[in-house]
């Protein structure tokens, strides 16, 4: 694809090529993110954040993304402080916001929302949630992550990768980006563990099996998770419920902890989660007793999500190649996060 001035909106715009390249860029910003040298590239540049759902990770790291480039963020945070609280449309908010910033990254509760707000905005949007439908940035990191793990138990390929998806797959808008993107590989074998009422919606079910994806449903997950090279939990979408006594029909349904790990999965499954983890009593779904398995990837993830998003505004912003150019040492103190 062309990268340069285009919205991220869907995984379905990315072909096999795009990723590796947005992976190569990842890799080139490892530097940068990890406080080794700072880059001036986006001097001048706004990023318009606006979130109007919660979030931590996707607010703050494409924030932080776009600092680390050099950048400045203006943020508009929930409805009640912008004027789509007093009527105003999602057209019309697009068309002032496009004016004021370089590109927009955007969270929203409605399916099809950004892409709807990228029709009418004058600079490139970056999808960050749109209700229970997407999150390709979300899906770009997960993939990255599995592919940094397999390297380092010595596989090189995404292709033959075997993986579980736990929990909450009608809802959870990161599983059905991951799910679209691993159409893009071969030999992949997936579990997908739910209730009966929260399963993967009928067509991306469909969308992989054509691919030729080997696709296999069930609602009991310790037999699920024994020959997997990734067990991915999800939280609960308690918000898109229609009320929390139906969304506490499934909290806790799931828990993935050391002993079942240590019984059921094989030594180096990788486990994952897009956070948040929901850790309260009656969910945990993925225990705190897993902080210290040495294949626990989730804070890796969250580290990854750094580059992978630095790169999505290196590309489209088509400052690739300018990144080294404006770089210069780093003074301050690092220490040793990464
Ligand atoms: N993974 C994710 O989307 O987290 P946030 O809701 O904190 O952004």
């Known amino acids: 694809m062309q990268f340069t001035g285009s919205h991220i909106i869907s995984i379905g715009q990315f072909e096999r090529a795009d990723i590796e390249r947005i992976f190569e860029v990842a890799d080139q910003m490892v530097p940068y993110a990890h406080r080794r040298r700072v880059t001036k590239v986006l001097d001048g540049a706004i990023l318009g954040s606006m979130f109007f759902e919660p979030s931590t990770r996707t607010r703050v790291s494409f924030g932080s993304a776009f600092n680390l480039l050099g950048g400045e963020v203006r943020e508009t945070i929930g409805f009640e402080s912008s004027a789509i609280a007093k009527g105003e449309s999602l057209y019309d908010t697009a068309r002032v916001l496009s004016g004021y910033s370089d590109v927009i990254s955007m969270r929203h509760p409605q399916e099809g929302s950004v892409a709807e707000f990228a029709a009418a905005s004058r600079v490139p949007v970056i999808n960050g949630g749109d209700g229970s439908n997407e999150h390709p940035s979300q899906a770009l990191l997960d993939l990255y992550t599995i592919k940094k793990e397999l390297q380092h138990h010595g596989r090189d390929d995404v292709d033959g990768l075997r993986i579980a998806l736990i929990g909450d797959l009608k809802y959870g808008r990161t599983v059905h980006s991951l799910c679209k993107l691993l159409t893009l590989f071969k030999d992949v074998t997936i579990w997908l563990i739910s209730p009966k009422e929260l399963r993967m919606p009928?067509?991306?079910?469909?969308?992989?099996?054509?691919a030729g994806l080997t696709v296999n449903e069930s609602d009991s997950m310790e037999d699920s998770i024994a020959h997997v090279d990734i067990a991915y939990s999800t939280r609960i979408q308690e918000e898109r419920f229609a009320s929390q006594e139906e969304a506490n029909l499934y909290r806790g349904r799931y828990r993935l902890n050391q002993a079942i790990y240590t019984r059921f999965c094989e030594p180096n499954t990788v486990i994952m989660h897009p956070l948040p983890r929901d850790s309260?009593?009656?969910?945990?779904?993925?225990?705190?007793?897993?902080?210290?398995?040495?294949?626990?990837?989730?804070?890796?993830?969250?580290?990854?999500?750094?580059?992978?998003?630095?790169?999505?505004?290196?590309?489209?912003?088509?400052?690739?190649?300018?990144?080294?150019?404006?770089?210069?040492?780093?003074?301050?103190?690092?220490?040793?996060?990464?």
Request: proline share 1%; charged share 25%; glycine share 6%.
């Open 202 to 210: 009928g067509d991306i079910v469909e969308q992989m099996r054509t």
């Open 280 to 338: 309260r009593a009656g969910a945990n779904e993925l225990d705190n007793d897993l902080n210290d398995n040495p294949n626990l990837a989730i804070f890796r993830q969250t580290d990854n999500g750094v580059l992978v998003r630095m790169a999505l505004f290196a590309l489209v912003l088509d400052v690739v190649d300018l990144v080294d150019k404006y770089s210069s040492d780093v003074h301050w103190y690092t220490g040793s996060r990464f």
